[in-house]
């Protein structure tokens, strides 16, 4: 589908890509000067961003040092900050919740391997402590009791709506100028010492620089003028929802690799699977039923319950994180976040920002 509109023209940078990245590098650059339109070939925000579960969870992603570690600590210490400012800009609410996270053991040997993964996490400054089982129950009521063996408390990790976060970036973007170019695919980009064209179906249009920031889709890009993209590729997650009253799971809960929030409208999320199968949406009844099945073993009151909403979405996976300028001052990479595209929004805003302004000069 196209929009039927015309390219964006006399914009001095355009983003590729208009999910949670792309909008705030975006916005970052509107409020320093820059204008810039967005490109994205559906609807802004319609993909990874929608389906995320909005974990901001460095206690639940990382146990060893490396760049990636050092980025999701920051960005995580900058969220509030990045949440209230974007409040006050887009005059909206985000259901943003610094709520900690609970790991849990149903066995003995599971415990030993939360204790040790714990203890390798604290030197990279991820903290957690041990709980009493009637610290537990005293806090999460609905969870399993009879076969727990013991928990570990994740303070500082957090959870945030993404679906809030495109909805108030957008608003803020628009505030500030941004042209948000939505179902205007680019088919191409050529970069050359001074400029940077973006060819699309509905035309052509020059910018000053080009950020690419279009998740698993960035290296489907024709680019001419450097050297081939990095590349992305997709790894589906499929998540399943509960209609829950408020508080049936107040912070994070994580058993192995599977993780429980609720939000704020009362949406208790159950994810999510980890797919090596392209861009293929089928919803897998097989990942339904084990999703439904950890759901039933980790709170007993849903074992009967069927969900409510099952959905996926395909995570920015690629050969390793992008934020970096790409043989060129006018060509920008952002993308490779993974599983952690929500959590990493705000320092790649800023990294691809502060690295643009020091490169270009504004017009
Ligand atoms: N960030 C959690 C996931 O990708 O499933």
Not at 119 to 131: E, F, P, V, Y
Not at 210 to 234: H, K, M, N, T
């Amino acid at each position: 589908m196209s929009s039927g509109g015309p390219v964006p023209q006399e914009f001095s940078v355009a983003v590729v890509g208009g999910g949670i990245i792309g909008l705030s590098i975006a916005w970052r650059l509107a409020q320093s000067g820059w204008t810039v339109a967005i490109f994205d070939k559906c609807a802004a925000g319609g993909e990874a961003s929608w389906a995320g579960a909005g974990m901001l969870a460095p206690g639940g992603e990382f146990e060893e040092v490396s760049r990636l570690t050092e980025l999701a600590i920051e960005s995580r210490r900058e969220y509030q900050p990045f949440v209230r400012e974007l409040e006050a800009e887009s005059d909206t609410a985000i259901d943003f919740g610094e709520c900690g996270a609970l790991d849990l053991a149903f066995s003995g040997e599971e415990l030993k391997a939360l204790d040790e993964r714990a203890r390798g996490q604290s030197a990279i400054g991820i903290h957690s402590k041990a709980l009493e089982l009637s610290q537990v129950y005293a806090f999460w009521p609905r969870i399993r009791r009879d076969t727990l063996a013991g928990a570990r408390f994740y303070p500082d990790d957090a959870v945030v709506n993404p679906r809030d976060v495109v909805y108030a970036l957008k608003i803020a973007c628009r505030k500030r100028g941004v042209r948000i170019a939505e179902h205007c695919g680019v088919q191409r980009l050529a970069i050359s010492e001074n400029s940077v064209t973006i060819e699309t179906e509905e035309g052509s249009a020059e910018y000053r620089a080009v950020v690419v920031a279009a998740g698993a889709w960035s290296s489907q890009l024709a680019v001419g003028g450097v050297p081939d993209l990095p590349s992305a590729r997709p790894v589906k997650g499929q998540l399943i929802g509960y209609r829950q009253p408020a508080g049936t799971c107040a912070t994070i809960v994580r058993h192995g690799s599977f993780y429980f929030l609720q939000r704020a409208n009362g949406l208790m999320i159950a994810g999510a699977s980890v797919e090596h199968s392209g861009f293929n949406r089928e919803i897998r009844p097989t990942i339904t039923e084990q999703l439904a099945k950890q759901a039933g073993l980790v709170f007993p009151h849903l074992d009967e319950t069927t969900p409510s909403e099952v959905w996926v979405g395909f995570r920015p996976g690629g050969e390793e994180l992008q934020i970096r300028s790409w043989h060129s001052p006018r060509l920008y990479l952002a993308y490779g976040h993974y599983r952690n595209g929500i959590l990493l929004a705000p320092v790649t805003a800023k990294a691809i920002t502060t690295e643009l302004n020091a490169n270009l000069q504004k017009p």
